[in-house]
């Protein structure tokens, strides 16, 4: 971002990169486990899983070398055992601001359990089971962060969760303390049908990820940009460095833009136009920056009037942020790094695996496609399926400086190519109007959107849908952990727990001789219960009847005490009653209301509860003029949708004065 006013401080420029980098280390890590065997030893065990490794990375290779990744890669490699936790295959990705990447790791893991029937993978990132918080409407009462850790599984590509026994020793197979690691392979290889998650819990984690592979191309976007000819070159047989570079461009600090001062690498007179693939993700970031570039680094830009102003400033962020990667490394170093990749024995295997996936997609073998197609898949081969355990990570900056020794580019070439040049796509998604976006918030969310209310539905809108959800919603049990909002009875999941309802029971009419006395209910007691209903005083004891009796006469008495106090006061002018809406009623054309008798009544005249309950909410939401606030954000939980308030004066309540 440009600086304006006066020269920020260290400690801002140290705040503001702190804030931007925590961003970035979202981290989701990923297991897969092999089903046990206690006839294979620990040098088979490894063995096997380098297999498998070699082969997870050869299967999916097609749609992996083409992805675009916002910071790491998918990645595997044996990870031994330690700490109670068996030897395994172990990944993980910093995914960053793109939440896309976390989604699609997660459809590669289920489907390699359903391609590798042997494989029990788990998946988790910085806020833990993540897949249980996208189902969380959805999830049994019993299930908390507390309890289920070894509990979430995939396997068979099917979404699995361990249960928990209610009472000690009420299921053989299932532990009564905290799970282990191969104790849950163990009930998962024995006993899978009866782990596998509720239809409703598997529905809302497909809903995320149903979507790809075709999602892949989705997700991209594709603009012309008027970038030198050496990063041309570099994207050809590297796309996805464009990833790195506008990671550089997008967490710069003063320090890095030293080096965009006077450009060494990319000089700006080598500029050509080019089209340039970007994940959606990459292109927002490189967009939504503003961004004034040194008078001395040579970046001039057209007026923004200009018809490829876009196109220059684009060209202009991306190539700062190649500069930033490059100027991070030595200009020489030893190239001991490479290696032949076709001279490893598995590259045939691995290319006739990209060839029988329609990897090349019909390219005539030798051309410029097919070659440049053909780098892309031997740096994923070295990357990811030949990469040696001891081999270090080569950095993007010294990745870029190493393809500008090795390749040939031809000016000429490049710049009639730029008479060729594929369409931009519409980037008018930037520009969400309100309405797209909620639609993609409820789409997101796994709701169809409401169908737009007709006018004649606006006009006669039933207001008694607010007052009895919020009813509802009154009536339903809260804890410490939050409130239970109401369901549609048509999607609520019948349920029936004999044991808890007989318990619950047992508590109101009096312990059982070899129970305690407690008389406090245990937390899986008040599940059982839909509402605080009325006990019935018929089924109770006589001592204990006449002292719940006792009790509710003197909490009437108090209450009636508190209302004569409040009769003499002023607040009971803030609630509409059933007295005040009389005549309103009675003569509409009459706009004033009827003076107080002064006669000193001593009580109240009787609230309209659901009036006030409904005028408030009305009041709240017209307030909100149109954005997302508290009135419409617990409407719309509970499936209440209120048509937009074309009547924009205030709403005001009947008062006697």
Same mark, same amino acid.
């Given at each position: 971002?440009?600086?304006?006013?006066?020269?920020?401080?260290?400690?801002?420029?140290?705040?503001?990169?702190?804030?931007?980098?925590? @961003?970035?280390?979202?981290?989701?890590?990923?297991?897969?486990?092999?089903?046990?065997?206690?006839?294979?030893?620990?040098?088979?065990?490894?063995?096997?899983?380098?297999?498998?490794?070699?082969?997870?990375?050869?299967?999916?290779?097609?749609?992996?070398?083409?992805?675009?990744?916002?910071?790491?890669?998918?990645?595997?490699?044996?990870?031994? %055992?330690k700490g109670g936790v068996p030897a395994h295959m172990f990944g993980m990705t910093k995914f960053g601001d793109n939440i896309e990447d976390e989604w699609f790791i997660v459809y590669l893991i289920k489907q390699i359990t359903k391609e590798f029937p042997d494989l029990v993978a788990s998946i988790e990132d910085n806020d833990g089971e993540f897949l249980l918080i996208e189902a969380a409407n959805f999830l049994p009462k019993w299930l908390d962060p507390d309890n289920s850790a070894n509990r979430v599984f995939f396997y068979h590509g099917e979404l699995c969760?361990?249960?928990?026994?209610?009472?000690? %020793?009420?299921?053989?197979?299932?532990?009564?303390?905290?799970?282990?690691?191969?104790?849950?392979?163990?009930?998962?290889?024995?006993?899978?049908?009866?782990?596998?998650?509720?239809?409703?819990?598997?529905?809302?984690?497909?809903?995320?990820?149903?979507?790809?592979?075709?999602?892949?191309?989705?997700?991209?976007?594709?603009?012309?940009?008027?970038?030198?000819?050496?990063?041309?070159?570099?994207?050809?047989?590297?796309?996805?460095?464009?990833?790195?570079?506008?990671?550089?461009?997008?967490?710069?600090?003063?320090?890095?833009?030293?080096?965009?001062?006077?450009?060494?690498?990319?000089?700006?007179?080598?500029?050509?136009?080019?089209?340039?693939?970007?994940?959606?993700?990459?292109?927002?970031?490189?967009?939504?920056?503003?961004?004034?570039?040194?008078?001395?680094?040579?970046?001039?830009?057209?007026?923004?009037?200009?018809?490829?102003?876009?196109?220059?400033?684009?060209?202009?962020?991306?190539?700062?942020?190649?500069?930033?990667?490059?100027?991070?490394?030595?200009?020489?170093?030893?190239?001991?790094?490479?290696?032949?990749? @076709?001279?490893?024995?598995?590259?045939?295997?691995?290319?006739?695996?990209?060839?029988?996936?329609?990897?090349?997609?019909?390219?005539?073998? %030798?051309?410029?496609?097919?070659?440049?197609?053909?780098?892309?898949?031997?740096?994923?081969?070295?990357?990811?399926?030949?990469?040696?355990?001891?081999?270090?990570?080569?950095?993007?900056?010294?990745?870029?400086?190493?393809?500008?020794?090795?390749?040939?580019?031809?000016?000429?070439?490049?710049?009639?190519?730029?008479?060729?040049?594929?369409?931009?796509?519409?980037?008018?998604?930037?520009?969400?109007?309100?309405?797209?976006?909620?639609?993609?918030?409820?789409?997101?969310?796994?709701?169809?959107?409401?169908?737009?209310?007709?006018?004649?539905?606006?006009?006669?809108?039933?207001? @008694?849908?607010?007052?009895?959800?919020?009813?509802?919603?009154?009536?339903?049990?809260?804890?410490?952990?939050?409130?239970?909002?109401?369901?549609?009875?048509?999607?609520?999941?019948? @349920?029936?727990?004999?044991?808890?309802?007989?318990?619950?029971?047992?508590?109101?009419?009096?312990?059982?001789?070899?129970?305690?006395?407690?008389?406090?209910?245990?937390?899986?007691?008040?599940?059982?219960?839909?509402?605080?209903?009325?006990?019935?005083?018929?089924a109770q004891e006589p001592g204990e009847r006449a002292s719940l009796k006792g009790t509710l006469d003197n909490l009437k008495s108090y209450m009636a005490q508190m209302d004569q106090e409040l009769a003499h006061t002023s607040i009971g002018k803030s609630f509409t009653t059933r007295k005040q809406m009389e005549p309103l009623f009675q003569t509409a054309s009459n706009s004033s209301d009827e003076e107080d008798s002064g006669t000193g009544e001593s009580v109240m005249a009787p609230v309209d509860v659901d009036l006030n309950l409904v005028s408030n909410i009305?009041?709240?939401?017209?307030?909100?003029? %149109?954005?997302?606030?508290?009135?419409?954000?617990?409407?719309?939980?509970?499936?209440?949708?209120?048509?937009?308030?074309?009547?924009?004066?205030?709403?005001?309540?009947?008062?006697?004065?």
């Amino acid at each position: 971002m440009a600086w304006s006013g006066s020269e920020p401080s260290n400690f801002q420029r140290n705040m503001e990169k702190t804030m931007r980098l925590a @961003t970035v280390e979202d981290t989701v890590e990923y297991r897969l486990f092999l089903i046990p065997d206690e006839l294979m030893d620990p040098e088979e065990h490894k063995e096997i899983l380098q297999k498998y490794v070699e082969r997870i990375m050869t299967q999916f290779a097609p749609v992996l070398v083409p992805y675009i990744w916002q910071n790491q890669p998918f990645n595997l490699k044996y990870k031994p %055992g330690k700490g109670g936790v068996p030897a395994h295959m172990f990944g993980m990705t910093k995914f960053g601001d793109n939440i896309e990447d976390e989604w699609f790791i997660v459809y590669l893991i289920k489907q390699i359990t359903k391609e590798f029937p042997d494989l029990v993978a788990s998946i988790e990132d910085n806020d833990g089971e993540f897949l249980l918080i996208e189902a969380a409407n959805f999830l049994p009462k019993w299930l908390d962060p507390d309890n289920s850790a070894n509990r979430v599984f995939f396997y068979h590509g099917e979404l699995c969760i361990i249960p928990a026994p209610r009472k000690p %020793g009420a299921v053989s197979w299932l532990p009564t303390t905290p799970l282990t690691i191969p104790q849950a392979l163990n009930i998962i290889s024995t006993h899978p049908e009866e782990i596998l998650a509720s239809e409703s819990i598997r529905a809302a984690v497909n809903r995320r990820i149903r979507a790809y592979p075709e999602k892949i191309q989705a997700s991209l976007h594709r603009a012309h940009c008027f970038l030198p000819a050496g990063i041309v070159a570099v994207l050809k047989q590297r796309p996805r460095l464009v990833a790195a570079a506008v990671q550089a461009f997008y967490l710069r600090d003063p320090i890095d833009l030293r080096a965009c001062r006077i450009f060494k690498t990319f000089l700006p007179e080598t500029r050509i136009m080019t089209s340039v693939t970007f994940t959606k993700c990459l292109y927002a970031q490189l967009v939504q920056q503003r961004f004034v570039p040194d008078r001395r680094s040579g970046y001039k830009l057209p007026p923004p009037s200009h018809p490829q102003y876009r196109a220059h400033e684009l060209g202009m962020k991306l190539a700062h942020g190649f500069e930033i990667l490059c100027s991070k490394c030595s200009l020489h170093f030893p190239d001991s790094k490479k290696s032949l990749v @076709t001279t490893s024995p598995l590259w045939a295997d691995f290319l006739d695996s990209l060839k029988k996936n329609d990897f090349f997609k019909g390219m005539i073998e %030798g051309s410029i496609q097919y070659r440049d197609r053909l780098e892309m898949a031997k740096n994923y081969f070295q990357l990811s399926v030949n990469r040696p355990e001891s081999c270090l990570a080569v950095s993007p900056g010294e990745e870029i400086l190493t393809l500008l020794q090795t390749i040939p580019f031809d000016m000429e070439e490049l710049k009639k190519e730029e008479a060729s040049l594929p369409p931009e796509d519409d980037d008018h998604w930037l520009d969400l109007s309100p309405d797209q976006l909620n639609q993609l918030l409820q789409e997101a969310a796994g709701k169809n959107e409401s169908e737009p209310i007709p006018k004649e539905e606006k006009q006669n809108y039933d207001l @008694t849908q607010v007052s009895e959800s919020m009813k509802a919603f009154i009536s339903k049990v809260s804890t410490h952990k939050g409130a239970e909002l109401p369901q549609d009875p048509s999607e609520a999941p019948i @349920t029936f727990d004999a044991d808890s309802f007989l318990n619950y029971f047992d508590k109101i009419l009096g312990p059982r001789p070899h129970e305690s006395d407690s008389d406090d209910l245990e937390e899986e007691d008040f599940e059982c219960l839909d509402s605080d209903d009325d006990l019935n005083l018929e089924a109770q004891e006589p001592g204990e009847r006449a002292s719940l009796k006792g009790t509710l006469d003197n909490l009437k008495s108090y209450m009636a005490q508190m209302d004569q106090e409040l009769a003499h006061t002023s607040i009971g002018k803030s609630f509409t009653t059933r007295k005040q809406m009389e005549p309103l009623f009675q003569t509409a054309s009459n706009s004033s209301d009827e003076e107080d008798s002064g006669t000193g009544e001593s009580v109240m005249a009787p609230v309209d509860v659901d009036l006030n309950l409904v005028s408030n909410i009305l009041e709240s939401y017209s307030s909100q003029a %149109g954005l997302a606030g508290p009135a419409s954000n617990l409407l719309q939980s509970m499936g209440v949708h209120l048509p937009h308030n074309t009547d924009h004066r205030t709403i005001r309540k009947p008062s006697k004065d």
